[in-house]
C-alpha cells in the first residue's frame, strides 16, 4: 500500500506546478567578463551599451527594469543593507538600537548592528522584495564590512559572516542573485554564498588580488575606480572594470 501511495504521489508531484520555493531555487548565475554600468544618480541613461546594469532598486520603476531587459540587459537591484540612510521611505523602521556611528564622508549613514537580525531582517526582506516586484535579477547589498570599520558596535568578523551569509540566503530565497560588494579580507570565507562580487577602488588599494577566488570560481567580479590613474587593473584578473564619477550619474568610462 505504501508503495502505491508513494507512486500516486510521484505523479501527481510530476503534473503539479513548482512550488514557490522550487521556483526560488533558480536565480541568475551571471559568468566571468559581462560587461556592467553602475548608475545611483540622475536620470537613469539606458543607452549606455553594458550587458548589466546595477540601479538604485527604491529609486527605480518595474517600468525602467522592463525596459533595459528588452535591451537584452540584466538588472542589478542596489540595497544598502549594512548602513542607515536617514532619506529613505523606510527609515523609521530601523530602532535606535542597531543605529551606530557616522559613516565617514557620507551624510545620514549610520552604521548597523548587524548582530541584530531579529530587527533587521524584516526590513531588508521587505526591500528584497520589493526588487523582486519590480522584476530586478539580482541585488548589490552595500555596506557589508561594518566590522571592518568604526560602526560603534563590537563587531567580529565571525557577526559579519553570519549577517553577509544571511543577507545571501534571503535573496537567494527570493530566486535573485547577490552580490559581495567589498569586504576582501573575507572573500575566500563568502564566495561560496555569494553569485559575484561589486568592488569599489581595489587598484587604489592594491587589493585586486583578494577578489580571485571569484574568477576561479566562474563568478565575475564588477570593478569599479574613480580615478583613470588607477586603471586598468591587469588583464590576467578577467575584471569587468569601469571608471566612475564619485557622483555615480551615467557617466562611465574604460578603465
Same mark, same amino acid.
Given at each position: 500500500?505504501?508503495?502505491?501511495?508513494?507512486?500516486?504521489?510521484?505523479?501527481?508531484?510530476?503534473?503539479?506546478?513548482?512550488?514557490?520555493?522550487?521556483?526560488?531555487?533558480?536565480?541568475?548565475?551571471?559568468?566571468?567578463?559581462?560587461?556592467?554600468?553602475?548608475?545611483?544618480?540622475?536620470?537613469?541613461?539606458?543607452?549606455?551599451?553594458?550587458?548589466?546594469?546595477?540601479?538604485?532598486?527604491?529609486?527605480?520603476?518595474?517600468?525602467?527594469?522592463?525596459?533595459?531587459?528588452?535591451?537584452?540587459?540584466?538588472?542589478?537591484?542596489?540595497?544598502?543593507?549594512?548602513?542607515?540612510?536617514?532619506? /529613505?521611505?523606510?527609515? *523609521? =523602521?530601523?530602532?535606535? !538600537? %542597531?543605529?551606530?556611528?557616522?559613516? &565617514? @564622508?557620507? #551624510?545620514?549613514?549610520?552604521?548597523?548592528?548587524?548582530?541584530?537580525?531579529?530587527?533587521?531582517?524584516?526590513?531588508?526582506?521587505?526591500?528584497? /522584495?520589493?526588487?523582486? *516586484? =519590480?522584476?530586478?535579477? !539580482? %541585488?548589490?547589498?552595500?555596506?557589508? &564590512? @561594518?566590522? #571592518?570599520?568604526?560602526?560603534?558596535?563590537?563587531?567580529?568578523?565571525?557577526?559579519?559572516?553570519?549577517?553577509?551569509?544571511?543577507?545571501?540566503?534571503?535573496?537567494?530565497?527570493?530566486?535573485?542573485?547577490?552580490?559581495?560588494?567589498?569586504?576582501?579580507?573575507?572573500?575566500? #570565507?563568502?564566495?561560496?554564498?555569494?553569485?559575484?562580487?561589486?568592488?569599489?577602488?581595489?587598484?587604489?588599494?592594491?587589493?585586486?588580488?583578494?577578489?580571485?577566488?571569484?574568477?576561479?570560481?566562474?563568478?565575475?567580479?564588477?570593478?569599479?575606480?574613480?580615478?583613470?590613474?588607477?586603471?586598468?587593473?591587469?588583464?590576467?584578473?578577467?575584471?569587468?572594470?569601469?571608471?566612475?564619477?564619485?557622483?555615480?550619474?551615467?557617466?562611465?568610462?574604460?578603465?
Amino acid at each position: 500500500m505504501r508503495r502505491l501511495l508513494f507512486t500516486a504521489l510521484t505523479a501527481l508531484a510530476l503534473v503539479l506546478p513548482a512550488t514557490q520555493a522550487d521556483a526560488a531555487s533558480s536565480w541568475w548565475k551571471p559568468t566571468v567578463g559581462l560587461s556592467w554600468q553602475m548608475q545611483f544618480s540622475g536620470k537613469l541613461d539606458t543607452s549606455i551599451d553594458a550587458q548589466v546594469y546595477d540601479i538604485d532598486g527604491a529609486d527605480s520603476t518595474s517600468a525602467q527594469v522592463a525596459a533595459l531587459h528588452r535591451a537584452g540587459r540584466k538588472v542589478v537591484c542596489y540595497v544598502d543593507a549594512g548602513s542607515y540612510e536617514n532619506w /529613505r521611505a523606510d527609515a *523609521a =523602521k530601523f530602532p535606535a !538600537a %542597531v543605529r551606530g556611528k557616522a559613516l &565617514d @564622508g557620507w #551624510a545620514g549613514e549610520q552604521w548597523l548592528d548587524v548582530r541584530n537580525w531579529t530587527a533587521l531582517q524584516p526590513i531588508l526582506s521587505a526591500r528584497f /522584495r520589493d526588487c523582486k *516586484a =519590480k522584476g530586478f535579477d !539580482a %541585488v548589490d547589498p552595500d555596506n557589508m &564590512d @561594518g566590522y #571592518a570599520n568604526d560602526s560603534g558596535f563590537p563587531l567580529t568578523a565571525a557577526d559579519q559572516l553570519t549577517f553577509n551569509r544571511r543577507v545571501a540566503d534571503l535573496a537567494h530565497g527570493l530566486g535573485l542573485a547577490v552580490g559581495l560588494k567589498n569586504d576582501l579580507e573575507q572573500v575566500k #570565507a563568502l564566495q561560496p554564498a555569494f553569485d559575484f562580487a561589486v568592488n569599489e577602488s581595489c587598484s587604489q588599494y592594491k587589493e585586486c588580488g583578494l577578489l580571485a577566488p571569484f574568477i576561479a570560481a566562474g563568478k565575475p567580479v564588477f570593478h569599479v575606480e574613480y580615478s583613470a590613474a588607477r586603471c586598468p587593473t591587469p588583464a590576467a584578473l578577467k575584471f569587468s572594470n569601469i571608471r566612475k564619477k564619485l557622483a555615480l550619474d551615467a557617466f562611465r568610462a574604460a578603465c
